[in-house]
């Protein structure tokens, strides 16, 4: 009788139904067939009700309970202890028919997002989304982790943050990133991207990123690259982290920085101790700490000059007609151009976090109920002018873009941006460690880095929860003004200011 | 209340989870990264647990004696019910801890079976083998379904068929082929496969697969084709069924007709009732008939001289190095030749029926004790030496060739060669009914053919019981004359005899 060894296996059996459930969805979108929609998504449902019946089952509540009985638990059993708890409250207090309700609605405003953004039509969306506002109120109200409906939506993704302290980091950031970009904004020699969008072979393309993965230390024996519409990383048990990414022909960076961004990612969860494979705890320990290593990689690293010093002369053996005459300086500096834009996905470092601090503010406020559904198309475009100076001409392009509110994913945004910040301090640390990375770039080396990464961050998986995790690296709180000197360090001396 | 929709509706939710078991094996064979193995084994055992035990619950009982009240079923309700009480009686008579114990068995026998094959020592395989032989021993006095235990073994896969039944056709059989064999031998003008052996381009043979596949009416919609090692067919929905191919590049019908074999499988579940779909009833009515459906497409029309007359200018047009000044009629017998041979898999039409009929009598002994698994290098040698006239060299290219006995699949082989029988008779049927066929063949036309199988066989999945339905189809029962008939027609000439 070992009650913590109970709970260990009762939750690996959650844990492998769930990865069984993301191979569903993995195949779904790199390899299903056009025709088997409906089938899989029976199957998922029926996937999904089982593995949420196992976890609101008595069995587990006795098992939960035996094992908080144990005296003294170690690091890792108190952990265990903790998500178990963590996940069983969050999904037993919210009814059965509210939970498949809720998976109904998601599945519909899906489908609903998908043809409203084709024809640019918010009023199609209306309806579907606001059934799935109320519906995550009231999903929000029963699990009640609180102060505010907001917070209990904001916890499931990032464990323990709460709004206000969101809305004071967004409030410290805004004025400052509003500062570079019209500093840069002023620079009479800007980069542009006008070399990234001539003609790049598809399958040249493909190879570069692969060999780009290998240097990263992505190991294809614990994991593989595919194409999808949406890059994404998924582990399908903890020896099988599987990135994916796009290629567009006219445009380098997507697929190229899309792999590093997945890689990124998936180096996080190819790196858990081999103790906590399998478990509870072999997950990321928030999204915000996942998107600071998918960030990191991406940003920090692959789109640095030293990175660059090494892999321009290989890039350019793979794309001489674009880029043997072109020079590695004016390289480095396209791929770092910084302008608003319309479209988060495609947004510069600099720019990236106001997209964010829109949304944030946007779903809050639809949430407490201080806005409606149909006012969102106008606050969003409202925004846009206040914060990034354009203006979308058409929802599409606007409140349409993104998927996240259609799935009810709200609270998920701030994630994103914490990225960016918590990216920022944990890479500064490092360097303050081990400033030799740099050098090691380039000659196509890693490996340093991501010992330290490693050693300090992935192993742990969800052992430390995020403010601890970061507390232990950096040695302090979240700080911005980590990411802010981290933006003006690099972008000044691009836009030679 | 409606018993019958609730059992239609529990056992869909059991074939469910069975596509999803699917889609584990299938990706593990596909695409899954080498290290993931251990972490997926320990997945598919969850998930099999899953479904034995949903399947062997007291619900499943009660459901079943509810639908057992229903009076006058129609023929669909009848043959759920049927099939359900075929499927929970199979299963309910089986401890668990047996069904465990042969899980392990199977997993630990095809692992070693791959290493004995490899060093060609079946002293290896014997303890694993051994102690399979004797846990299947116990399923099948548990199931006891008789008269013997090898009776029950084989209704598994081929319900309602006895061994006395099989034992009877195969010496039937045996004779005539003999009998061929000896006369083909006899010819001066023997075509050979020479042609075949040259380098074959793998991207063009892929290529050229796939341009078959779309005019066999092989839907991509709802379907799909990958590589693997072992070619397959597998339905992970009934809107979902993908085939694999291998590709050898120094031997072109491999890849060519292991796609148009497993193209046959797949349009037998692309075809069935959409009624049926998702349901107990959407699967092949015994794995004979399946295999009646893939020989048919791979042998009588993907052999024939009618299939070649469209694709050969085509496949010239693909290997114009290899086939530009070889004559049609050369090619049409290269692919023709009948040899005895080691290996079961790579054996033409004329003698595949007796490697078949060898791995019958044999296993029958073994399952009824006349014979002890550490006879069987010995008897395999001798009756290779009986039905083919060839001996062996070594284990691997004997005893150890086939995977079926170390996964515990006794009483499989003989649908293999029922699959020839059943498919020269519906065939034959089928040419009586619409001769139009061949002429259609010439001009790449296989659109009749599929709509004659699939209205009399494929659209009933299991609705039928393999000998109803023959009879159904054809009017009488299994006659092996059709094969024999239809073997003398098409290889005398192709021999010149």
């Given at each position: 009788?070992?009650?913590?060894?109970d709970l260990r296996e009762h939750f690996t059996g959650i844990v492998r139904l769930k990865y069984i459930a993301f191979l569903l969805e993995w195949d779904m979108q790199v390899y299903m067939p056009s025709g088997a929609s409906q089938g899989r998504g029976e199957q998922s449902a029926l996937l999904e009700g089982i593995i949420h019946q196992k976890l609101v089952s008595d069995k587990t509540a006795e098992i939960i309970k035996k094992a908080e009985g144990v005296s003294n638990p170690n690091l890792i059993d108190a952990a265990m202890l903790r998500e178990a708890k963590r996940d069983y409250d969050r999904a037993v207090r919210v009814p059965l028919e509210l939970v498949k309700e809720i998976a109904k609605t998601t599945t519909l405003g899906y489908k609903t997002w998908e043809k409203a953004r084709a024809k640019s039509d918010f009023k199609m969306l209306k309806p579907v989304l606001e059934k799935l506002?109320?519906?995550k109120q009231q999903e929000a109200d029963k699990i009640d982790i609180g102060p505010t409906r907001y917070d209990t939506m904001l916890d499931q993704f990032e464990p323990g943050a709460k709004s206000d302290w969101v809305l004071k980091i967004f409030n410290d950031l805004k004025p400052h990133l509003f500062r570079i970009i019209k500093k840069l904004d002023s620079s009479s020699n800007k980069p542009n991207q006008e070399i990234l969008k001539k003609f790049y072979d598809p399958e040249k393309q493909w190879d570069f990123s692969v060999e780009v993965l290998k240097k990263l230390n992505y190991s294809f024996e614990f994991g593989r690259q595919d194409k999808s519409t949406h890059p994404f990383t998924t582990s399908l048990s903890?020896?099988?982290?599987?990135?994916?990414?796009?290629?567009w022909e006219n445009f380098l960076p997507a697929c190229l920085f899309g792999t590093i961004h997945e890689c990124g990612h998936a180096l996080y969860e190819m790196g858990f101790d081999k103790e906590i494979h399998d478990t509870?705890?072999?997950?990321?320990?928030s999204l915000g700490i996942h998107e600071s290593q998918s960030r990191l990689w991406e940003n920090?690293?692959?789109?640095s000059r030293e990175f660059w010093r090494y892999w321009y002369p290989i890039l350019q053996k793979y794309f001489p007609e674009n880029l043997k005459k072109?020079?590695?300086e004016e390289f480095y500096r396209s791929i770092n151009s910084v302008q608003p834009s319309l479209i988060r996905v495609e947004a510069d470092e600099v720019t990236y976090s106001l997209h964010i601090i829109l949304r944030y503010e946007i779903e809050k406020e639809l949430?407490?109920?201080?806005?409606?559904v149909s006012e969102l198309p106008q606050l969003w475009n409202q925004k846009m002018e206040e914060l990034l100076?354009?203006?979308?001409?058409?929802d599409a392009k606007g409140v349409l873009q993104d998927v996240h509110w259609s799935g009810g994913g709200f609270g998920y945004f701030p994630t994103y941006a914490l990225g960016n910040l918590y990216g920022a301090q944990i890479y500064s640390k490092a360097l303050e460690k081990h400033p030799i990375f740099l050098e090691e770039f380039e000659k196509g080396e890693f490996s340093t880095l991501l010992s330290y990464l490693r050693e300090n961050i992935h192993q742990y998986g969800k052992i430390y929860e995020p403010r601890d995790l970061l507390k232990n690296v950096t040695g302090e709180d979240l700080n911005s003004k980590y990411f802010i000197e981290y933006l003006e360090r690099k972008f000044y001396p691009i836009y030679k200011i």
């Open positions: 009788m070992d009650p913590i060894k506002v109320s519906l903890s020896t099988d982290t599987r990135i994916t990414t796009r290629i509870i705890l072999a997950d990321g320990t920090m690293v692959g789109r072109f020079p590695e949430i407490e109920e201080s806005i409606m100076g354009i203006i979308p001409p058409d």
